[in-house]
């Protein structure tokens, strides 16, 4: 991998004092000192012995966070290497209980708005009442622990209610946003043949609607193990629900029971839910997670490396097919309103989500990396147009954040903004890496690797790098690491998919450089990474400087090996609206390239696009696309069905033809 010298980057924000006194970390670490004897002079101190005293820390976050154990534990961790260890063993415990632990009379719990609904508010009662209810409906028609309950739903409060009340009776959930295709949900959910199904007849997206009656006719047919089918009539209230098989109404099936809300004690591990891969080269991998093991986690993460506060408000634009929407239910751990928005986030404009936060006095924003790209691009100027008062901090995931976004952040939306630029995946349900309320955020760099974390750059032979950019990989376990895939009773998929390379070592498959700082860059995905006559870089380096031509809407750029040891990298653009793709820009882009990195990053070729691949979730396909380039048949090289975008691919088989032409 090509290491390129970064100077030392400008310090966009500093922490004030009273910043760092009121934040949750500095409670903890406070904590520490007075009930453990354990004192720390820097986050660094704090996190290496999170990471070298496993046991000690994880069980030092089941004190202070009074998790609630029906039945104690034997043991912290057992002896057994990753990926078999098991974690509070003999404990049991409710993820759902702990949220409802934490509710605040008075206070909503879900702030909910679409582009079809104005905002409209749950309070804790409320959803504790409807919790209460789905979660007796589903006991009365024979749903239990372990059962599976799926769900086919946008970002609505139904949503939030069938996942709490699925997980109160210790039933295992699973949900799929309606913009996925009747067969990349088969894909998913038969592997885990569920009871129920909770599904909408359809949604609006972009000012569109979007009727799915077909598809959830479709999918209760052939998931063959279904018992019943509850509908939420959303794109049309009148909706006849007899046109279904096994179903019936969502208002129905609440008014059917009543009750107080109980929880089912469960194993520490057992399970809570099951996430799946993007499944954009192959079935997607049903990535199951433990109550326990994502409940530390989750009161870790929202608590030190968000900071979120009981009653205030924590939005992450998210569909419910992403593990951020997973990740936004969390929030309620620590007694905050979740916000849940449900359309497209550049529908009237890019100013819609921006409008929403200060109608909300929104405290955390969280979004992805390319949405910030876009406003930026666009020129938005939030911070003059919408009062952002409230916003102390605005976090971006799902793609490396460039260097002049962060610029950008701090120049229109607000200067005294914590920016917590973060980087996780579905595999884990959080992230690895992260925002740190007591540390500076420097331009282009994430903050710190969390707490628990044992997160390293190693180069090709294993050995730890710093200001190097190696792989990324994780030496420690975590309890919120999958317990396994579900069907992978061998754990051949599970070791397939992160412990080939390094025995008994977790490889994540970014590219990562840890900063003498201790700080981070993620430069993309080490499976797409571009080899140049022996040279590796991230293709992250290289979207950094395209980003930076404002003629240019989003980029996708691969490599091919090619025979006699030839290469051939190609940039694709999508270019802005009215703009097209002359002499003049291919010339700025590879001026940039060259001046911002090296020759060798400069492409063969540059070639417009009309549309460029992305799956559901919003990851750029560069895999597939360098394996339809390389002749692979596109069955083959992509799931149709994961993606948002399928006919995007068409562009590439016919480059393809005229390449092999």
């Known amino acids: 991998m090509d290491s390129t010298n970064f100077d030392l980057p400008q310090i966009l924000w500093n922490p004030s004092d009273s910043f760092i006194q009121n934040s949750n970390l500095q409670h903890y670490i406070n904590w520490l000192s007075a009930h453990k004897g354990l004192t720390f002079s820097s986050y660094y101190q704090l996190w290496e012995w999170s990471v070298n005293e496993v046991s000690a820390f994880w069980e030092s976050l089941v004190e202070y966070f009074e998790v609630k154990f029906h039945s104690p534990y034997k043991e912290v961790i057992s002896e057994d290497d990753m990926p078999y260890v098991k974690w509070f063993e003999g404990a049991t415990l409710n993820y759902a209980e702990h949220i409802f632990s934490q509710k605040q009379a008075g206070r909503p719990a879900i702030l909910f708005e679409s582009e079809a609904h104005l905002m409209e508010a749950t309070s804790w009662e409320q959803l504790e009442e409807r919790v209460g209810r789905m979660a007796a409906y589903l006991r009365s028609i024979g749903v239990k622990k372990g059962d599976r309950v799926v769900a086919f739903l946008p970002n609505i409060p139904e949503a939030t209610i069938g996942f709490l009340a699925t997980c109160s009776i210790g039933a295992i959930w699973s949900s799929c946003s309606p913009d996925f295709g009747a067969e990349s949900v088969i894909d998913r959910f038969e592997q885990i043949e569920p009871k129920v199904l909770i599904a909408v007849d359809g949604y609006q997206y972009g000012g569109k609607f979007y009727d799915k009656t077909e598809v959830v006719t479709d999918l209760t047919r052939r998931l063959t193990s279904l018992e019943k089918v509850i509908l939420v009539p959303y794109l049309d209230p009148e909706a006849d629900v007899s046109v279904f098989p096994k179903a019936i109404d969502w208002d129905e099936a609440l008014s059917k029971q009543a009750g107080q809300l109980r929880f089912e004690a469960v194993p520490f591990g057992h399970p809570i839910w099951v996430l799946f891969s993007s499944g954009t080269t192959g079935k997607p991998k049903a990535i199951t997670h433990s109550h326990g093991g994502v409940l530390l986690e989750h009161l870790k993460y929202l608590s030190f490396h968000n900071d979120v506060k009981a009653g205030e408000k924590f939005f992450w634009f998210s569909t419910t097919g992403w593990m951020m929407w997973n990740f936004v239910q969390a929030a309620l751990l620590k007694g905050a309103t979740i916000v849940l928005y449900d359309g497209s986030p550049g529908f009237p404009d890019l100013n819609v989500l921006w409008k929403m936060a200060e109608n909300t006095r929104l405290e955390h924003f969280g979004t992805s990396a390319p949405y910030l790209v876009a406003c930026m691009k666009r020129g938005l100027t939030p911070g003059s147009d919408y009062d952002l008062s409230s916003l102390r901090s605005l976090s971006s995931t799902g793609a490396p954040l460039p260097p002049e976004a962060f610029e950008w952040i701090y120049q229109e939306i607000k200067e005294d903004l914590w920016l917590c630029s973060m980087s996780g995946g579905t595999d884990v349900c959080t992230a690895f890496v992260g925002g740190c309320p007591t540390y500076p955020v420097y331009m282009g760099e994430i903050q710190c690797r969390a707490l628990g974390c044992a997160l390293y750059a190693f180069d090709e032979e294993g050995h730890e790098v710093i200001d190097e950019v190696g792989e990324m990989v994780i030496t420690r376990p975590m309890p919120s690491m999958p317990i396994y895939f579900w069907n992978d009773k061998d754990y051949k998929r599970y070791l397939g998919s992160y412990f080939e390379d390094y025995a008994g070592i977790w490889r994540h498959g970014d590219w990562v450089k840890i900063t003498s ?10 499976d797409a990474t571009l080899n140049r006559q022996g040279v590796r870089i991230g293709t992250a380096e290289i979207y950094r400087s395209v980003d930076k031509i404002e003629e240019i809407k989003d980029s996708l750029i691969v490599n091919l090996e090619l025979s006699g040891g030839r290469h051939y990298m190609p940039l694709f653009v999508l270019m802005q609206e009215n703009e097209e793709l002359t002499d003049e820009i291919k010339d700025k882009i590879k001026q940039q390239l060259r001046s911002d990195y090296s020759p060798r990053h400069v492409p063969d070729e540059i070639i417009e696009v009309e549309d460029l691949p992305y799956t559901i979730s919003g990851k750029k396909m560069e895999t597939p696309v360098k394996k339809i380039l390389m002749g ?27 390449i092999e032409g």
């Open 517 to 526: 700082r201790n700080s981070l860059v993620i430069l993309g995905r080490s």
């Open 632 to 658: 692979r048949p596109v069955e083959k090289s992509a799931n149709e069905g994961a993606m948002r975008n399928p006919e995007s691919l068409e562009f590439f088989v016919k480059f393809r033809e005229q």
